[in-house]
């Protein structure tokens, strides 16, 4: 265990509509493998706007007490971290990873919002972020991003959109790819499943540790 992982946290967004409670086997694992401080953000992602989501979060990082501060999100978890990011420049350093990040559009999304109702269940947040394809880009000097994307196509997002090409179920490979991102991986997981995956936490724990997934498995 690196003694410089032990005095690292690791702040973890959860996706829309979770709590971040469904992260408990990742957070068992950097906690125990890496010796990482895990400290959860819950956020009402149904109920508030982009901004307030992106200011409480940063609140709450501002809040460690920790030398060195990671970011970690799951699907529109990275965009509330992409957007923290592009509203506050005091952030402590650190390094970051989306899991099954939508970062340039979401056919899923756009498929449940062509409806009133759906736009209802996808709360404001996702609207404004997911419905329209975005012109994204990581340019963070100084925090360096991992990107895993899953290619096991078992998800609920299924059942409202069709998938021709690469996706976990929910978000497509291609979706992920965030101009800026220094390393993307691509992992036999679904959009869920890669939260209870033990490689998947092997391989954030590489890119947070030492800014690298494990050597031939970037994709």
Request: aromatic fraction near 8%; charged fraction near 15%.
């Amino acid at each position: 265990m690196n003694a410089a992982a032990m005095n690292a946290a690791v702040v973890y967004v959860h996706g829309l509509w979770l709590s971040g409670h469904e992260a408990f086997l990742l957070r068992k694992r950097l906690e125990t493998e890496r010796g990482y401080q895990w400290h959860n953000f819950p956020y009402a992602s149904t109920l508030l706007r982009m901004d307030e989501i992106a200011d409480a979060l940063h609140t709450l990082i501002r809040g460690v007490q920790a030398p060195m501060v990671h970011l970690l999100g799951h699907s529109l978890g990275g965009l509330a971290i992409l957007r923290c990011l592009e509203r506050h420049d005091d952030l402590p350093p650190g390094r970051t990873v989306f899991l099954g990040t939508p970062a340039l559009a979401s056919r899923a999304a756009a498929s449940i919002g062509r409806f009133r109702f759906g736009r209802v269940v996808l709360g404001q947040a996702a609207a404004s972020e997911l419905l329209h394809a975005h012109q994204r880009n990581w340019c963070f000097e100084g925090r360096e991003l991992g990107v895993i994307a899953g290619t096991q196509s078992v998800s609920l997002g299924r059942l409202v959109t069709g998938f021709d090409e690469p996706n976990d179920g929910t978000v497509t490979v291609a979706e992920t790819r965030l101009p800026g991102a220094c390393a993307h991986l691509c992992l036999p997981v679904s959009h869920t499943g890669m939260l209870l995956s033990a490689r998947v936490a092997h391989e954030v724990g590489s890119f947070l540790e030492y800014g690298h997934f494990t050597p031939s498995r970037s994709g």
